[in-house]
């Protein structure tokens, strides 16, 4: 019986000490499908499930030239910040009491890769 809860106890260990792995392997694609794509669509085209009952469209975040205008910093803000804070939607909430600023900061660059751009084109 000693062993059998000795083996147990090792396996809660290995349990917890694996969990923060699991959290610490969350892509952006990840949070992006998680939290994003209801408004922004799952090919961030902005043709979510959500925009039939918005007033405003979401942004297509695949269109180089629109995200091409906005700076690194202004994507981030607006994810942590939420619209509101660049002068945007009031519809898009701020992420910044779920996203850590290293997880906002892989989401800017994954949507630098969804519009294949960076600042100015």
């Known amino acids: 019986m000693q062993n059998n809860s000795?083996?147990?106890f090792l396996l809660f260990i290995v349990v917890l000490l694996l969990s923060p792995l699991a959290e610490a392997?969350?892509?952006?694609?990840d949070n992006y499908r998680t939290y994003c794509m209801q408004c922004h669509?799952?090919?961030g085209t902005g043709m979510g499930l959500n925009i039939r009952d918005m007033s405003v469209q979401p942004r297509d975040h695949t269109d180089a030239k629109a995200m091409g205008g906005r700076t690194d910093d202004e994507i981030f803000k607006v994810i942590k910040e939420g619209g509101f804070a660049i002068s945007?939607?009031?519809l898009m909430p701020p992420w910044g009491d779920v996203f850590t600023d290293d997880e906002i900061n892989d989401l800017v660059k994954y949507l630098r890769d969804?519009?294949?751009c960076k600042f100015g084109g």
């Open 25 to 29: 392997s969350e892509t952006a694609k």
């Open 41 to 43: 669509g799952m090919q």
């Open 88 to 90: 945007k939607s009031v």
């Open 6 to 8: 000795m083996g147990v």
């Open 114 to 116: 969804l519009c294949k």
